[in-house]
């Protein structure tokens, strides 16, 4: 009988929520921020539906990146789809060239007449989302770049200079021999994501095209072109340092074997991303982390150029009422104020997308107590950004992010060299690219 | 073969009595299936706004694709690995039940258990296990002199989801080695014992024969189980890596689909799944069923 009550008062109330609710016009947001950053993400939203009454954002956690972005679109097709959704930069090329899907950003701050100066948000970051007439298209939210970290206690054992980081690949290789030598650690370094860092970011930095047509940005018929003797050149050490235990490889996509490895001091040094400092942080238990920006060849022309981001930004999507673009807009206003990008930035380690939130951060004396928090965003403007370093547009490139991994793989497994990966890259890559031209045109 | 035939005095009351299984049927399988054929024909972009009609390009293209072959070939070596392992594991471990008196009904419900696991906790289970960083396995395997690590080795990851697949799939065939064991009447095991069969001489002439319908039946069973069922442990474990080494048809068909968004040639995939589990279930009625009999 209580049984019943109970069930009948449930579903009386799952009836009542959208009438109460109905009151307020509710933004459905899509997200893949899982963990600290998922809490952080709903205090933010929390915040803000507090600050107002007209408009209610509900973030919903989809899963993964890939999840997240391939559950809208199916929502979209059945038309379910969420007002915003959170896309990473391997996405952007898809998302761009739906153009019936998405209502760019600039074009929504236009129609409802919200305040809006794209050049309030860092060139380097909104660079990546804007397509050839200057327009931004969708909302940068968290961006990152993959920078150095390193363990300041096993540098000392080992007999280095704590703060000196490893600036040079060639210092990186005699570093990492000196400290597996003194048996401070025994290996010298591991790396996340090692299509995002050991070859995008590799080739920008050291001011590498990607592909043909400034890496994308000019159009559907790029194509992928990282196979240069550099990149061989790297990947072939790689190798070889895989196979005198110089480094260690982390698995494929994130790689999320590296970190462990890092925090259980068994490499020495670790490259990832930027927003990795607070996991880092709170998983390095007795020793002290150092911040460092990549390392580069040396004798390459150029080198260090600058790095690309990684991460994610918001896209709103068509097919909603009226009322719901100018609550997105609001929300999106609300999102972009430096206090709330400050906040984001200094917690996360993302970058701060505005330049405001980054001198925000400076005034606090944020980068002068948490020395190596701004090693991610110096190194993102280090030179003004070239035709190869813009960042990278391709289509499919969820696939071909796939394909750097399985290639790479067949590298260390010794099947190929790192000009036979490579190469394989670019081909298997160039199909795809290919076929989603085809699709798109 | 007795035929048995009930007669329903009305005519219509028949086909009300197989309306919802039909409903279910073309809801969840006809019309997905028929959606499937349809787009295996277009070249579509993610969100759907421009869809061309290919004919056969997408299967043209899919059997010229050497990742397509790759996966076929790993698909025959990793059903081949799960059928074998987990017939023959859970073929011992009943001929061990059969001959316990005692206690048999204990060590049978035990056995059971691990088909009750979900197969994505399964493989959890599994790679936490195998995880060459911070596993049990490849420390105890470094002992030994091997360096395991399934994130690079195709062939260490290929043993891997073999036994992380076969492991729930020894429990079900157990159970029905264990029936078909019993069947076997007692008389003609103890008429060779008599005669002076070892052991191994009345498992291979006598029960091992007796027994080819269960073997057979759960052969099919298995190889579908393999192809079809195992996506939840490949996900969770090597998720087909490395380099495609443990990508499977049916894994292949999510990452190409629900990964990579090219829809044609996911459908195209399903169709030609679609074709391999017609022939597999035409094999098991028509030939098995029929034939196998004593």
């Given at each position: 009988?209580?049984?019943r009550t109970l069930l009948a008062a449930a579903a009386a109330l799952t009836v009542m929520t959208p009438a109460i609710a109905a009151a307020k016009t509710q933004i459905q947001w899509w997200h893949a921020m899982g963990g600290a950053l998922g809490q952080k993400l709903e205090s933010i939203v929390a915040n803000y539906n507090k600050s107002q009454d007209k408009y209610e954002v509900v973030p919903t956690y989809k899963g993964s990146y890939p999840e997240t972005m391939t559950a809208a679109i199916a929502a979209f097709r059945a038309h379910q789809q969420p007002d915003i959704v959170q896309v990473y930069e391997v996405g952007t090329g898809t998302m761009m060239a739906a153009k019936g899907a998405v209502y760019p950003v600039y074009q929504l701050m236009k129609d409802t007449g919200e305040p809006f100066n794209p050049k309030d948000y860092l060139a380097a970051v909104v660079g990546y989302y804007t397509d050839t007439h200057g327009n931004m298209l969708s909302l940068p939210f968290n961006s990152s770049t993959p920078i150095l970290y390193y363990n300041k206690d096993v540098f000392k054992k080992a007999g280095l200079d704590p703060n000196t980081p490893p600036k040079t690949w060639e210092d990186v290789e005699s570093f990492s021999k000196k400290i597996m030598d003194s048996h401070a650690a025994k290996c010298g370094f591991t790396t996340g994501w090692i299509s995002w860092v050991q070859l995008e970011n590799f080739s920008?930095?050291?001011?590498?095209?990607?592909?043909?047509?400034?890496?994308?940005?000019?159009?559907?018929?790029?194509?992928?072109?990282?196979?240069?003797?550099?990149?061989?050149?790297?990947?072939?050490?790689?190798?070889?340092?895989?196979?005198?235990?110089?480094?260690?490889?982390?698995?494929?996509?994130?790689?999320?074997?590296?970190?462990?490895?890092?925090?259980?001091?068994?490499?020495?040094?670790?490259?990832?991303?930027?927003?990795?400092?607070?996991?880092?942080?709170?998983?390095?238990?007795?020793?002290?982390?150092?911040?460092?920006?990549?390392?580069?060849?040396?004798?390459?022309?150029?080198?260090?150029?600058?790095?690309?981001?990684?991460?994610?930004?918001?896209?709103?999507?068509?097919?909603?009422?009226?009322?719901?673009?100018?609550?997105?807009?609001?929300?999106?206003?609300?999102?972009?104020?430096?206090?709330?990008?400050?906040?984001?930035?200094?917690?996360?380690?993302?970058?701060?997308?505005?330049?405001?939130?980054?001198?925000?951060?400076?005034?606090?004396?944020?980068?002068?107590?948490?020395?190596?928090?701004?090693?991610?965003?110096?190194?993102?403007?280090?030179?003004?950004?070239?035709?190869?370093?813009?960042?990278?547009?391709?289509?499919?490139?969820?696939?071909?992010?796939?394909?750097?991994?399985?290639?790479?793989?067949?590298?260390?497994?010794?099947?190929?060299?790192?000009?036979?990966?490579?190469?394989?890259?670019?081909?298997?890559?160039?199909?795809?690219?290919?076929?989603?031209?085809?699709?798109?045109? | 073969?007795?035929?048995?035939?009930?007669?329903?005095?009305?005519?219509?009351?028949?086909?009300?009595?197989?309306?919802?299984?039909?409903?279910?049927?073309?809801?969840?399988?006809?019309?997905?299936?028929?959606?499937?054929?349809?787009?295996?024909?277009?070249?579509?972009?993610?969100?759907?706004?421009?869809?061309?009609?290919?004919?056969?390009?997408?299967?043209?293209?899919?059997?010229?694709?050497?990742?397509?072959?790759?996966?076929?070939?790993?698909?025959?070596?990793?059903?081949?690995?799960?059928?074998?392992?987990?017939?023959?594991?859970?073929?011992?471990?009943?001929?061990?039940?059969?001959?316990?008196?005692?206690?048999?009904?204990?060590?049978?419900?035990?056995?059971?258990?691990?088909?009750?696991?979900?197969?994505?906790?399964?493989?959890?289970?599994?790679?936490?296990?195998?995880?060459?960083?911070?596993?049990?396995?490849?420390?105890?395997?470094?002992?030994?002199?091997?360096?395991?690590?399934?994130?690079?080795?195709?062939?260490?990851?290929?043993?891997?989801?073999?036994?992380?697949?076969?492991?729930?799939?020894?429990?079900?065939?157990?159970?029905?080695?264990?029936?078909?064991?019993?069947?076997?009447?007692?008389?003609?095991?103890?008429?060779?014992?008599?005669?002076?069969?070892?052991?191994?001489?009345?498992?291979?002439?006598?029960?091992?024969?007796?027994?080819?319908?269960?073997?057979?039946?759960?052969?099919?069973?298995?190889?579908?189980?393999?192809?079809?069922?195992?996506?939840?442990?490949?996900?969770?474990?090597?998720?087909?890596?490395?380099?495609?080494?443990?990508?499977?048809?049916?894994?292949?068909?999510?990452?190409?689909?629900?990964?990579?968004?090219?829809?044609?040639?996911?459908?195209?995939?399903?169709?030609?799944?679609?074709?391999?589990?017609?022939?597999?279930?035409?094999?098991?009625?028509?030939?098995?069923?029929?034939?196998?009999?004593?």
């Amino acid at each position: 009988m209580k049984f019943r009550t109970l069930l009948a008062a449930a579903a009386a109330l799952t009836v009542m929520t959208p009438a109460i609710a109905a009151a307020k016009t509710q933004i459905q947001w899509w997200h893949a921020m899982g963990g600290a950053l998922g809490q952080k993400l709903e205090s933010i939203v929390a915040n803000y539906n507090k600050s107002q009454d007209k408009y209610e954002v509900v973030p919903t956690y989809k899963g993964s990146y890939p999840e997240t972005m391939t559950a809208a679109i199916a929502a979209f097709r059945a038309h379910q789809q969420p007002d915003i959704v959170q896309v990473y930069e391997v996405g952007t090329g898809t998302m761009m060239a739906a153009k019936g899907a998405v209502y760019p950003v600039y074009q929504l701050m236009k129609d409802t007449g919200e305040p809006f100066n794209p050049k309030d948000y860092l060139a380097a970051v909104v660079g990546y989302y804007t397509d050839t007439h200057g327009n931004m298209l969708s909302l940068p939210f968290n961006s990152s770049t993959p920078i150095l970290y390193y363990n300041k206690d096993v540098f000392k054992k080992a007999g280095l200079d704590p703060n000196t980081p490893p600036k040079t690949w060639e210092d990186v290789e005699s570093f990492s021999k000196k400290i597996m030598d003194s048996h401070a650690a025994k290996c010298g370094f591991t790396t996340g994501w090692i299509s995002w860092v050991q070859l995008e970011n590799f080739s920008a930095w050291h001011n590498l095209p990607i592909g043909t047509e400034e890496n994308g940005f000019g159009g559907l018929d790029a194509r992928l072109s990282f196979n240069g003797p550099i990149q061989a050149r790297h990947w072939n050490n790689l190798k070889k340092w895989q196979d005198n235990g110089i480094f260690q490889y982390g698995g494929p996509v994130g790689g999320n074997d590296a970190g462990p490895k890092f925090y259980s001091q068994e490499c020495a040094i670790y490259m990832n991303s930027s927003a990795s400092r607070a996991d880092i942080l709170a998983n390095a238990k007795g020793f002290q982390v150092g911040v460092g920006m990549l390392p580069y060849y040396s004798d390459v022309k150029g080198a260090p150029q600058n790095s690309i981001i990684g991460g994610a930004t918001l896209w709103v999507l068509q097919g909603k009422d009226k009322d719901h673009y100018k609550g997105v807009a609001d929300f999106f206003h609300y999102l972009s104020s430096a206090e709330v990008q400050a906040d984001w930035h200094q917690f996360s380690g993302y970058l701060p997308i505005t330049q405001a939130a980054y001198e925000l951060g400076q005034k606090q004396g944020y980068y002068a107590k948490n020395p190596g928090a701004d090693v991610a965003i110096k190194q993102m403007t280090l030179n003004p950004p070239t035709a190869n370093s813009k960042g990278l547009r391709f289509g499919n490139y969820v696939q071909v992010r796939q394909i750097i991994d399985e290639e790479f793989q067949s590298l260390l497994a010794g099947k190929k060299t790192g000009q036979e990966a490579l190469d394989a890259v670019v081909k298997r890559g160039n199909e795809l690219i290919a076929e989603f031209q085809k699709a798109n045109e | 073969m007795q035929t048995k035939r009930t007669l329903f005095r009305s005519k219509t009351l028949p086909y009300l009595l197989i309306l919802p299984q039909m409903a279910v049927t073309i809801i969840f399988f006809l019309w997905p299936a028929a959606q499937a054929v349809r787009q295996s024909f277009l070249r579509e972009d993610a969100f759907g706004f421009k869809t061309t009609f290919v004919w056969f390009d997408n299967y043209t293209q899919l059997f010229s694709d050497p990742t397509y072959e790759n996966s076929l070939r790993v698909t025959v070596v990793f059903a081949i690995g799960v059928a074998v392992l987990s017939l023959v594991s859970a073929l011992v471990l009943a001929l061990a039940v059969d001959r316990t008196i005692r206690s048999s009904q204990v060590y049978t419900t035990l056995l059971v258990w691990p088909y009750a696991v979900a197969p994505a906790v399964a493989g959890i289970l599994w790679w936490f296990m195998f995880n060459p960083t911070i596993g049990i396995l490849p420390y105890l395997l470094s002992f030994v002199g091997y360096h395991w690590d399934h994130s690079l080795s195709g062939f260490d990851a290929m043993i891997l989801v073999i036994i992380a697949s076969s492991w729930k799939q020894i429990s079900y065939n157990f159970l029905f080695f264990v029936a078909g064991l019993q069947a076997i009447p007692k008389s003609l095991v103890e008429a060779a014992a008599i005669d002076g069969a070892g052991p191994y001489k009345r498992f291979f002439t006598i029960i091992f024969p007796l027994l080819s319908p269960t073997t057979f039946f759960l052969l099919v069973i298995n190889t579908v189980y393999a192809m079809f069922d195992t996506f939840a442990v490949i996900h969770a474990t090597t998720q087909g890596g490395p380099a495609q080494a443990t990508n499977t048809l049916v894994y292949k068909v999510f990452q190409d689909g629900f990964i990579g968004l090219n829809i044609g040639s996911s459908a195209t995939q399903s169709v030609v799944l679609m074709i391999i589990v017609i022939a597999l279930t035409f094999i098991q009625f028509r030939w098995i069923e029929r034939n196998v009999q004593y």
